[in-house]
Every structure is written in C-alpha cells, then in structure tokens.
C-alpha cells in the first residue's frame, strides 16, 4: 500500500476517478461509494479498485439503459411525428392554427432524430468527431419548438380575447411568417451557441459563449413568459369571462400539449441554458432524466391529437389517423346530431360583418 495518496494515482486510476466523478455523482457532487465522513485514504488499495470498478460498472449500466430508453422512446415520436407531417402537410386543408401544428411537428421530428443519432452513438461507442454538432441541432429544434408552442397559446388567446380584429384585420399569412421568423431565430441563436460554445467547428471562447448564453436564456425567458400569460389569459376567459366560450377539442388539444412541454419538455432548458448561467451544475444522471423528459414531450404530441381526436361522447372511438387529427383541431363545440355550435355560429356573424 503507498506511503501517501498521489502513489496509488497512475493513468488508469485517473480516469476511473474522472469517470466515477462524471457518471456517478449525487446533486451534491460526491462520491456515491463513500460516505461524507469516510477517510479514502485508509481502505485497502484492492478494496478501493474493487468499489470503483462495481461502481462504474453499475453507472454505466444505468446510463446504457437510458440511452436505450430514449432511442426507443425517439423512434416512436420520430413516427408520430413523421404521420402528423404527412397528414398535415399533404392530406389535410391548414388554417392558422394547423400551420403551427405542423412546423411544431417537424421541430419535434429533428429534436427527436438528433437525440437518436447523438444516443446510438453513445450506445455503440461509435467514435464520431463531428457528434458535438449534433448539440446546435438539438438546441435549435429544441427552440423552435418552444416557439410553435407559444405561438400557438399566443394565436389563440388573441382570436378568442378580440376575435373581430382577428377575423377581420389579421393578415392571411401570419402564421408562416411567424414560423419562418421563429426557424431563422432559432437557427442563427444556435449557430452563435454552437460557434462559441465549441460545438462546431471552433474552439471554445468563454466571454462569447457566456455571451451567447445570456442571449439564448433572455430569449427563452421571454417566450416562457408570453406562453404563460396568454395560457392563463386563455383560461381566465373560458373559465371566468363575462361571455363564457365553449370548451372544443382545440382547446383541449392546446391545453394538455402546453401542460406536456412544461412538466417534461422545460427542465432541459432550463438545466441547458439557464444553470450555467447561474453556475449550478447537476449530476449527469440528472442531465440524463431530463434529456428522456424531453424526448417524451416531443413524442407525446403526436399522442396529444390522436387521442383528443379518438374520444366522441365521452368514448373512445376508432377512426382513421386523418380524421382522429383532423378532430383534434376541430374548434367548434360538438353536439348530438353534429350541428354547428354557437362558436361556429359567431364565427359566421364576423364573417359576414367583416365581408359588408
């Protein structure tokens, strides 16, 4: 047994430290097989190499099976999502609406993609020099997504708190604009993160990293607030408005896709962008659970509609994956007998006002 501490430290020792320090710590950031008043120093060596090579063995083990997880998990959304870009993009009349449902699809479809190439290489411990760019691609479907589900709570709350202004003087292609905005954002807040942070092809620069960061978080900070407000906004007006509005499955739909992204799909961000910039670090399981979160959100949508779209009376009915969607973003009320709600009736009356 060595004299002193540094003795027992070769290279090998070394980088079973690092891997045991970078796969196993607890939120506290110590060692899991050592206890806060333990000596390290006075256990024998070969129960000291034992431990460790248990301990890594089960981490990665527990990581494997996550990364499993979330292929499995990926290539399931990859397909719901990929159903809903077809029906949407080549089966299905869009309005306003349904255009935000399709580019939060395919925000969802490369989040989940990228996530399943980044987590197969980990997997097969494929040696690829270029998987840190797949971190910018991540980042940007990540905060596109994020701005189709504001934009979305935002489109509604305005065409239900002045639905004559938005029949009448909203322009017809607002909702492509605003995506191809929301895409060039995301795209060029990416690239600069991915520039700076040494995720392209560059080194790292801290002062532009921090830079970039601080931008990416007031960014999202910005969108939260907007998805927030309009949400609440949305649910003051059907809840407690003097003129009480009908619950339809669109709004349904909206509701559980907004309550999705921020139980699973927000702790990514905030554990990217936000502790950082605040230097709090978490353990890389933790990182890991909110990575499975966030392929769950982008998985969960396509679910989302297919399963509002499928209930009818309070039963669950089988249809075709057209129709099922088609429901899920119906905004009329429905009735017995399928007659027009009195929403679909208003909606005739500013037609006509706005028409004379």
Sequence with gaps: MPDSPTESYGPDREYHVFLSL???RNTSGKFLSMGPATPAWSIN???VKENYYT????????????NFLIVIISVVGMAGNATVLWLLGFHMHRNAFSVYVLNLAGADFLYLCAQTVYFLECVLQVDNSYSHSLLAVLMFAYLAGFCMIA????????????PIWYHCQRPRNTSATVCALF???????????????????????????RYCNFIATAFLIVIFMVLFVSSLALLAKIVCGSHRIPVTRFYVTIAL???VFIFFGLPIGICVFLLPWIHMMLSSFFY??????????????????????????HRLQRQTLRLLLQRAMQDTPEEEGGERGPSQKSEDLEVVRCSS
């Excluded at 934009?151 to 002045?162: D, G, K, M, P, Y």
């Design 183 to 209: 895409w060039a954002f995301s795209l060029l807040l990416s690239l600069l993160l991915g520039q700076g942070c040494g995720f392209l092809f560059s080194k790292f620069d801290y002062s532009f990293c």
């Design 22 to 24: 970078f796969l196993c």
């Design 45 to 47: 060596n070969t129960v």
């Design 288 to 313: 890991e659970m909110v990575t499975l979160l966030s392929c769950v959100n982008s998985c969960a949508n396509p679910i989302i509609y297919f399963f509002v779209g499928s209930i009818r009376h």
């Design 257 to 259: 896709t907004v309550l």
């Design 151 to 162: 934009a979305i709570s935002t489109e509604r709350c305005l065409s239900v708190t002045w």
């Design 55 to 66: 301990e890594i063995l089960s981490c990665i083990t527990t990581f494997n099976t996550l």
